[in-house]
């Protein structure tokens, strides 16, 4: 972690486990079943598992598999969220909220993408994982608590479905569509 993180990090502390899951349950209650806001808490837990997964990973070898997968995961969600739903929450009059999401997801691909020159069983890669994870943890509680719930109420239904078709498309042009069945996988393969 970088000075500036650490000083960023110290002046605002993040949000507490027990905030995010209230506002994770909050989401889940409000997101209408099949949109664009249900698939994406469906992805947030997704990618949480993929970062346990990374964490418990026993062996160099695993480490950079879900390392790998983490990454795919990451960059798949935030394409999808990046060319669908920013640019609709700057049309419903949420431009500075929007420049923050294209800059924060640009920070955890970068991250992410700087654990590849690190050993993946050094402490320096532990750090920059629970870096990562703190940062990631931090953008979805945002747009779980706030973002995409206020833009799930101003959508008009016609955009609702637009949202959720290009979403969907997206997220599976670049990840696949069976993530749940492949985060399972990856799950069972580590414990054996």
């Given amino acids: 972690m970088s000075i500036v993180d650490k000083i960023i990090a110290a002046v605002t502390p993040p949000e507490s486990r027990r905030a995010r899951a209230k506002a994770r349950e909050k989401a889940i209650e409000q997101a209408e ?110 747009e779980e608590d706030t973002w995409f719930v206020k833009l799930q109420k101003e959508a008009s239904p016609e955009t609702m479905a637009r949202l959720t078709r290009r979403y969907e498309e997206e997220f599976s042009r670049y990840v696949g569509k069976d993530t749940a069945t492949s985060v399972k996988r990856r799950v069972m393969a580590e414990r054996h």
């Fill in 33 to 142: 079943p099949g949109s664009w806001f249900a698939m994406i808490l469906d992805h947030h837990q997704q990618i949480e598992e993929a970062f346990d997964v990374l964490e418990q990973a026993t062996d160099a070898v695993r480490r950079r598999a879900a390392q790998k997968w983490l990454a795919i995961l990451l960059t798949g969600h935030a394409i999808a969220e990046e060319v669908t739903l920013y640019p609709a929450m700057a049309s419903h009059g949420e431009k500075a909220r929007t420049e923050l999401a294209y800059q924060e997801q640009s920070a955890a691909k970068g991250e992410t993408a700087a654990l590849e020159e690190l050993d993946p069983m050094s402490e320096d890669y532990a750090d920059k994982v629970a870096h990562i994870r703190g940062a990631v943890a931090h953008h979805m509680y945002e």
